[in-house]
């Protein structure tokens, strides 16, 4: 080999280095914006699973103008559920996910809004406009 083969060799290599590189870093951040956002719909999910109770106890009670938030809530939580899985391990549905999950959060959000003095209600709705936020971070990561 002469000169000019090594040294073309050489910047081939650190050519692939520096993509490789570059590779490792986006993959960080996509990492960290996946696990956020399925921290989002995790924690979303466990306060909609537990607003559902609290409503349920509300309706049982004779409380009826409850049973829309109270179905709100658990659906919401299976949607958060899912999403929090498929974003996790970085699932090619992710997109398809984070898309239903945050228009779950935004009607269980709107649902339990109506209600303000109920505290459980009111910590419901901000973990799901939380999690509807996240979610559309991710699906803005996704798109790139």
Do not use: I, W, Y
Request: aromatic share 2%; net charge neutral.
């Amino acid at each position: 080999m002469n000169r000019r083969e090594v040294l073309a060799v050489l910047a081939v290599v650190a050519a692939g280095l520096a993509v490789l590189v570059g590779v490792e870093a986006r993959a960080d951040a996509t990492h960290e914006q996946f696990a956020a956002c399925a921290k989002a719909c995790a924690d979303c999910q466990q306060q909609c699973d537990s607003c559902f109770h609290h409503c349920a106890g509300l309706v049982a009670d004779g409380k009826k103008e409850h049973a829309k938030t109270m179905h709100s809530c658990v659906d919401c939580a299976e949607f958060c559920g899912t999403a929090a899985k498929l974003v996790s391990r970085h699932s090619a549905m992710s997109a398809t996910a984070c898309e239903a999950c945050a228009k779950a959060s935004d009607d269980c959000a709107a649902a339990c809004e109506k209600f303000p003095d109920h505290k459980q209600m009111a910590d419901c709705a901000k973990s799901c406009r939380d999690c509807a936020k996240a979610c559309r971070e991710m699906l803005k990561h996704l798109a790139h």
